[in-house]
């Protein structure tokens, strides 16, 4: 099981922006697919976003245009910012690796972190 330390969560207002980061344990292989699940009201889990290795990306709809994912292979990290944050993002976001892009969108996972909170309130 691969260990990921998330950090970067908190209080936001609407319209504001959050950058939440998770770095993977060092054994980790870098091919890994790296990204990000939210776990929001009655414990439904909804994709976010996550990058393959190689760069490809793919973003769950309710972010699409406001978040940017991007991971630095060296570092075995990936990084989530968060723009235009709205009150229906606020869940907690957990960093998840799989071994193929295909695997994450099926929750298939090798790794999943804690968690960290993000609340969006005014």
């Known amino acids: 099981q691969v260990q990921l330390a998330e950090s970067g969560g908190g209080l936001v207002q609407p319209g504001g922006s959050l950058r939440l980061s998770c770095a993977a344990s060092?054994?980790?292989?870098?091919?890994?697919?790296m990204g990000w699940w939210r776990r929001i009201s009655g414990n439904k889990r909804e994709l976010v976003a996550a990058?393959?290795?190689?760069?490809?990306?793919n973003y769950g709809d309710a972010v699409k245009g406001r978040f940017t994912i991007s991971r630095d292979n060296a570092k075995k990290t990936v990084y989530l910012q968060m723009d235009s944050l709205r009150f229906e993002d606020t869940a907690v976001y957990h960093c998840?690796?799989?071994?193929?892009?295909?695997?994450?969108?099926?929750?298939?996972?090798?790794?999943w972190g804690q968690g960290t909170r993000v609340s969006v309130s005014s």
């Open positions: 998840a690796t799989s071994r193929s892009m295909w695997d994450f969108t099926r929750t298939e996972f090798t790794g």
């Open positions: 990058r393959e290795w190689g760069g490809i990306t």
């Open positions: 060092e054994s980790t292989p870098s091919t890994f697919v």
